[in-house]
């Protein structure tokens, strides 16, 4: 089945505690998007890969880090998560930028 | 600067026609895309626009005016099942970054 993975689906955990969002898509697209959302604000892009070892920032990447080192994976990392990065995220994936994108189910972070 | 204007919330009875808009200010156009969100779930695709005019897709429609930076998704003989946020995104030529509206959260009443 066609489907782009995220793990974890839920987190909660303490400022300043590195993690990582792992994003993982089956369909061997090129690109890879991070987004958060939140109320009032909708989706917003945080930085997104054109393919293996290609990432660039979208509009709000302070405070997180990306690596696409293998086609299928690109994790979402919080090196000093603060409570501001408290949100509900997403990983989606498509053949292009003029694709569909497939969006994973979603991470929801909470930071105290 | 780049910015993509939705209604915040519609409503409207089953079985009725809506018509939901999108405008937006970006600087250079790729395309065009509607997505679907049903609350507690992920966007899904509904319809990509790049050129000028209509794409019909059975009860969904999406129509897009380049020269206007407008656009707007059309929903025929609503059911309930289509209370939803639906999502207007733009993507911009020289870059490959994705702008979303904040979403119009349509509520149908039986």
């Known amino acids: 089945e066609a489907q782009v993975t995220q793990n974890p689906r839920y987190l909660i955990t303490v400022t300043g505690k590195k993690l990582t969002v792992t994003c993982s898509q089956n369909m061997n697209h090129e690109y890879m998007s991070w987004y958060r959302q939140d109320p009032g604000l909708g989706l917003r892009q945080i930085y997104y890969s054109m393919n293996v070892e290609v990432t660039d920032k979208g509009d709000v990447p302070e405070g997180y880090k990306v690596s696409r080192k293998e086609k299928r994976n690109f994790p979402l990392i919080l090196e000093s998560p603060s409570p501001n990065q408290t949100s509900l995220y997403f990983c989606a994936s498509s053949y292009g930028t003029n694709q569909p994108q497939h969006f994973g189910d979603g991470t929801r972070l909470s930071i105290l | 600067g780049q910015n993509i204007d939705q209604p915040t919330e519609m409503t409207a009875t089953e079985g009725a026609i809506v018509q939901i808009n999108c405008t937006y200010q970006?600087?250079?156009?790729?395309?065009l895309f509607w997505y679907q969100q049903h609350a507690g779930e992920a966007p899904t695709f509904l319809s990509y626009n790049v050129l000028d005019g209509l794409e019909e897709k059975g009860r969904f429609s999406s129509f897009l005016s380049r020269s206007k930076g407008y656009s707007y998704l059309l929903l025929k003989e609503l059911q309930m099942k289509d209370s939803a946020s639906y999502l207007c995104a733009v993507t911009t030529s020289g870059t490959y970054k994705y702008i979303f509206g904040t979403g119009t959260r349509l509520k149908v009443l039986a």
């Open positions: 970006t600087s250079g156009f790729n395309g």
